[in-house]
């Protein structure tokens, strides 16, 4: 239960720095790391996340890759 908080936390801090600068066309990529053991986020984590993206940043998003 940690790790998706953690998670959550860390992609709403780049969100925040990513808020003046994303006046453009940009991909989001999501590498795994050392995750084998613990459980990894599924698509609705990521479709969450994603919802709460302010529209401004949410027009230049083209795609995820998922690692």
Do not use: G
């Not at 925040?16 to 590498?31: G, R, S, T, W």
């Not at 984590?45 to 949410?58: E, G, H, I, M, S």
């Amino acid at each position: 239960p940690q790790e998706p908080n953690l998670l959550e936390k860390l992609f709403m801090y780049i969100v925040k720095l990513m808020d003046p600068i994303a006046h453009q066309d940009y991909v989001a990529v999501f590498a795994y790391s050392d995750m084998s053991s613990r459980p990894k986020p599924d698509f609705k984590w990521f479709r969450r996340l994603y919802k709460t993206v302010d529209d401004q940043l949410r027009i230049y998003f083209t795609s995820v890759i998922v690692n």
